[in-house]
């Protein structure tokens, strides 16, 4: 996980039959928060589910230099509302408005490509 770069992601499975009948429309949808007890920053997000999801969002945190900690991972039909604990590289939570902002679109726009 450290170096995700060198791991290619080559999962060419299509989308399974029970998911094409869901809507697609929704967008995916990133939101913070401080988990202040736990001293980390909790990134909640909604997507479609898809195969390759947790990779690419791995791959998202890899490249932001973003440590896990713990998730939590929940499918429900096709929508995926994960929770991410994370911290920065020094294990601190990420407060700076600008990379969260960055972590946030780059999120996006793994997601809905």
């Known amino acids: 996980l450290k170096d995700a770069k060198s791991y290619p992601l080559g999962i060419n499975r299509r989308l399974p039959r029970q998911l094409k009948h869901f809507d697609k429309e929704d967008q995916t949808r990133v939101a913070f928060f401080q988990d202040k007890k736990q001293n980390r920053t909790v990134i909640d997000i909604n997507t479609t589910d898809k195969p390759s999801l947790l990779s690419l969002i791995g791959i998202v945190f890899s490249d932001s230099e973003i440590y896990l900690h713990h998730a939590k991972i929940a499918t429900i039909g096709a929508n995926a509302e994960d929770w991410f604990y994370v911290s920065d590289s020094n294990g601190l939570p990420i407060t700076d408005p600008?990379?969260?902002?960055?972590?946030?679109t780059d999120l996006i726009q793994a997601l809905d490509d």
Request: glycine share 0%; aromatic share 0%; charged share 55%.
């Open 98 to 104: 600008d990379l969260l902002k960055k972590l946030r």
